[in-house]
């Protein structure tokens, strides 16, 4: 599944993460801000991946703002912007 | 090599020179001589003041290689550093040393004129913004060095911090060098870190914007250490000197984390007659008083004294007669600088009686209770407060490492995980504080007692409270947060953290 519709979910508040889903047809790309890169942003990067894959998104661009956020609130809200982008997508 | 606490340290580090390795907290407390002091007599009422501050700094010859001190007790709205430097910045004179008790944001300036090479060397307990980052990536030409709040006093006394010009921000003085800080519109209260510097240094310059009658009252720096009083429009901005963080957590698990710890104080005997106790300005070290105050009074217990930078919260616990004392190196907040000016008991200490180890007793020596923050705790009980998990300078002991080795019980707060941090972890980035001198860690998801504390592990269970290994703090964090992977740093070293007393705990690489 390629992402078709711009879409969002979460915050740019401390132990949140902000994730936005953009349309893309060149597989999946993830651009991570994270005050806590250095340690974790491969782990963030992989949780991101694995969460759309198991989604079934095969294509968009991730790009995410993280202000270190623990893997469950990263799985949800990559779930919640997929979901939003398959209703039609939005920046609410 | 490695010091006792298994940190690999350079032999020598170009621009700090032979690294004395840490051995043991309570290594080195041996017979020490102070340094002698030249100075030049100033006989016959011979006159003090300068109106202008580029006259006076035309006429001290300030040379290139000098040490230049200065104190913080204006914290954020300190002007005084950077007033001095821009007069000297332009004058063509290179590697300055900068010795200031500390540094804060309002100091960003420094990092042009590290840029310039006009300061290549910084000496301080504490650095947190712009100028931590920049000593951090590399801007300054020697490593800094970083004390503690008592080692910065013993690195003067002894001559390993060698001052020739103090700067002493003066919330008023006289015309003759008596400064107090007590009146005038930057009064700040205790002027516990700038005595050193004035008994030591070789050239003394009150700067002031208050110019009283002689002889000034409430002397805390005393007119036979002082050659000159240059009059200011402003030393410092009064709402920077005030610390922004004076106020109690609302967040439930800070109150969880700070009630458990009032428990631990109490199961291990220390609630009772005569306690003294110290904590810091945090929100979780606050709500600890808060706790501790509840209990006291329910108990009827008196206290000797609080200590350290004192906070309006520790007065309102002296004046409901909780406490005999309060012993004040640096008041945090307004109420502090209040009751500084009208409570007997309320006493400034200087930085050497806090907490210096190479003199005749410190007041750390006659602590209790100790809490204390963290930034990084590892499962030898080791405490970063140095830098962020990142590897960025963001701070400094301060008196955390003075009063946890003084203390009889030294009781860290904190939060197990932060901001994906975990808190407790394998191997801390920075040592500041040696795991021997803290005794128990509180966390919202358990509390560890250091293992060499038997006794007290003994007594904590003995009155039911439930410990875990910090092992098991260490699984819990990482399993929610997973294991940080290790940070690449370069080799090269931009600070070196002096223990209190004087040897090499760890070195900052940089980032």
Same mark, same amino acid.
């Given at each position: 599944?390629?992402?078709?519709?711009?879409?969002?979910?979460?915050?740019?508040?401390?132990?949140?993460?902000?994730?936005?889903?953009?349309?893309?047809?060149?597989?999946?790309?993830?651009?991570?801000?994270?005050?806590?890169?250095?340690?974790?942003?491969?782990?963030?990067?992989?949780?991101?991946?694995?969460?759309?894959?198991?989604?079934?998104v095969?294509?968009?661009?991730?790009i995410?703002?993280d202000?270190?956020?623990?893997?469950?609130?990263?799985?949800?809200?990559?779930?919640?912007?997929v979901?939003?982008?398959?209703?039609?997508?939005?920046?609410? | 090599?490695?010091?006792?606490?298994?940190?690999?340290?350079?032999?020598y580090?170009?621009?700090?020179?032979?690294v004395?390795?840490?051995?043991g907290?309570?290594?080195?407390?041996?017979?020490?001589?102070?340094?002698g002091?030249?100075?030049l007599?100033?006989?016959?009422?011979?006159?003090?003041?300068?109106?202008?501050?580029?006259?006076?700094?035309?006429?001290?010859?300030?040379?290139?290689?000098?040490?230049?001190?200065?104190?913080h007790?204006?914290?954020?709205?300190?002007?005084?550093?950077?007033m001095?430097?821009?007069?000297?910045?332009?004058?063509?004179?290179?590697?300055?040393?900068i010795?200031?008790?500390?540094l804060?944001?309002?100091?960003?300036?420094?990092?042009?004129?590290m840029?310039a090479?006009?300061?290549?060397?910084?000496?301080?307990?504490?650095?947190?913004?712009?100028?931590?980052?920049?000593?951090?990536?590399?801007?300054?030409?020697?490593p800094?060095?970083?004390?503690?709040?008592?080692?910065?006093?013993?690195?003067?006394?002894?001559?390993?911090?060698?001052?020739?010009?103090?700067?002493?921000?003066?919330?008023?003085?006289d015309?003759?060098?008596?400064?107090?800080?007590?009146?005038?519109?930057?009064?700040?209260?205790?002027?516990?870190?700038?005595v050193?510097?004035?008994e030591?240094?070789?050239? /003394?310059?009150?700067?002031t914007?208050?110019?009283?009658?002689?002889?000034?009252?409430?002397?805390a720096?005393?007119?036979?250490?002082?050659?000159?009083?240059?009059?200011v429009?402003?030393i410092?901005?009064?709402?920077g000197?005030?610390?922004?963080?004076?106020q109690?957590?609302?967040?439930?698990?800070?109150?969880?984390?700070?009630?458990?710890a009032?428990?631990?104080?109490?199961?291990?005997?220390y609630?009772?007659?005569?306690?003294?106790?110290?904590?810091?300005?945090?929100?979780?070290?606050?709500?600890?008083?808060?706790?501790?105050?509840?209990?006291?009074?329910?108990?009827?217990?008196i206290?000797?004294?609080?200590?350290?930078?004192?906070?309006?919260?520790?007065v309102?616990?002296?004046?409901?007669?909780?406490?005999r004392?309060?012993?004040? /190196?640096q008041?945090?907040?307004?109420?502090a600088?209040?009751?500084?000016?009208?409570?007997?008991?309320?006493?400034?200490?200087?930085a050497?009686?806090?907490g210096?180890?190479?003199?005749?007793?410190?007041?750390?020596?006659?602590?209790?209770?100790?809490i204390?923050?963290?930034?990084?705790?590892?499962?030898?009980?080791?405490?970063?407060?140095?830098t962020?998990?990142?590897g960025?300078?963001?701070?400094?002991?301060?008196?955390?490492?003075?009063?946890?080795?003084?203390?009889k019980?030294?009781?860290?707060?904190t939060?197990?995980?932060?901001?994906?941090?975990?808190?407790?972890?394998?191997r801390?980035t920075?040592?500041?504080?040696?795991?021997?001198?803290?005794?128990v860690?509180v966390?919202?998801?358990?509390?560890a007692?250091?293992?060499?504390?038997e006794?007290?592990?003994e007594?904590?269970?003995?009155?039911?409270?439930?410990?875990?290994?910090?092992?098991?703090?260490?699984?819990?964090?990482?399993?929610?947060?997973?294991?940080?992977?290790?940070?690449?740093?370069?080799d090269?070293?931009v600070?070196? /953290?002096e223990?209190r007393?004087?040897t090499?705990?760890?070195?900052v690489?940089?980032v």
């Amino acid at each position: 599944m390629i992402i078709q519709n711009p879409s969002c979910a979460g915050a740019m508040e401390s132990n949140d993460i902000l994730i936005m889903l953009h349309p893309s047809e060149d597989g999946v790309q993830i651009q991570l801000e994270s005050k806590v890169k250095k340690q974790f942003g491969r782990r963030i990067e992989s949780v991101i991946k694995t969460t759309l894959e198991q989604a079934g998104v095969t294509s968009t661009v991730v790009i995410a703002r993280d202000k270190g956020a623990l893997d469950y609130t990263i799985k949800a809200r990559v779930i919640t912007a997929v979901n939003r982008s398959l209703g039609g997508g939005s920046y609410e | 090599m490695l010091n006792s606490i298994g940190r690999i340290l350079p032999d020598y580090v170009e621009g700090y020179g032979t690294v004395r390795p840490f051995m043991g907290a309570y290594e080195n407390l041996t017979k020490v001589e102070r340094k002698g002091v030249s100075a030049l007599s100033n006989t016959c009422g011979g006159n003090k003041v300068r109106e202008d501050l580029a006259e006076l700094i035309g006429e001290i010859d300030i040379k290139d290689g000098m040490t230049l001190s200065f104190h913080h007790h204006l914290r954020n709205g300190d002007k005084v550093l950077n007033m001095v430097l821009k007069l000297i910045g332009g004058m063509g004179i290179k590697n300055l040393t900068i010795a200031a008790s500390s540094l804060f944001p309002v100091h960003e300036p420094l990092v042009q004129w590290m840029k310039a090479g006009v300061v290549t060397q910084i000496v301080s307990n504490y650095i947190s913004g712009p100028v931590a980052q920049a000593i951090s990536t590399g801007e300054l030409a020697r490593p800094a060095i970083m004390h503690t709040h008592g080692g910065r006093a013993r690195a003067i006394e002894s001559g390993d911090l060698d001052i020739d010009i103090a700067f002493i921000a003066a919330p008023a003085a006289d015309a003759y060098g008596n400064i107090n800080g007590v009146q005038g519109p930057a009064a700040c209260g205790s002027l516990g870190y700038a005595v050193s510097d004035a008994e030591y240094a070789r050239t /003394v310059v009150a700067v002031t914007d208050t110019l009283v009658p002689y002889p000034a009252q409430r002397v805390a720096i005393s007119q036979e250490y002082v050659d000159y009083v240059v009059v200011v429009d402003s030393i410092g901005d009064p709402t920077g000197i005030v610390s922004g963080t004076t106020q109690i957590t609302r967040n439930p698990i800070g109150l969880k984390i700070a009630s458990q710890a009032v428990d631990v104080i109490e199961a291990a005997g220390y609630l009772k007659e005569g306690i003294s106790f110290q904590t810091g300005a945090g929100g979780v070290s606050l709500a600890v008083a808060h706790f501790l105050k509840q209990k006291m009074l329910s108990k009827g217990v008196i206290g000797s004294f609080a200590s350290g930078g004192i906070t309006g919260y520790l007065v309102d616990m002296y004046e409901q007669g909780l406490f005999r004392a309060l012993m004040d /190196v640096q008041c945090f907040d307004l109420e502090a600088i209040r009751s500084f000016k009208e409570n007997e008991g309320h006493q400034s200490m200087s930085a050497s009686k806090y907490g210096n180890p190479h003199n005749k007793g410190a007041v750390v020596d006659q602590l209790d209770v100790m809490i204390m923050g963290a930034t990084e705790i590892d499962l030898d009980f080791n405490v970063n407060v140095t830098t962020g998990s990142h590897g960025l300078i963001m701070g400094g002991s301060g008196g955390h490492s003075d009063t946890a080795a003084g203390s009889k019980l030294s009781i860290v707060v904190t939060q197990l995980i932060k901001v994906r941090n975990p808190i407790v972890r394998e191997r801390v980035t920075t040592v500041t504080t040696p795991g021997e001198t803290i005794d128990v860690v509180v966390t919202e998801r358990g509390i560890a007692v250091n293992p060499k504390r038997e006794k007290l592990r003994e007594q904590l269970v003995d009155a039911g409270i439930r410990l875990v290994e910090i092992e098991d703090l260490k699984n819990m964090a990482y399993e929610l947060t997973g294991e940080p992977e290790d940070l690449e740093l370069d080799d090269r070293v931009v600070a070196v /953290v002096e223990y209190r007393n004087g040897t090499v705990i760890d070195v900052v690489r940089m980032v």
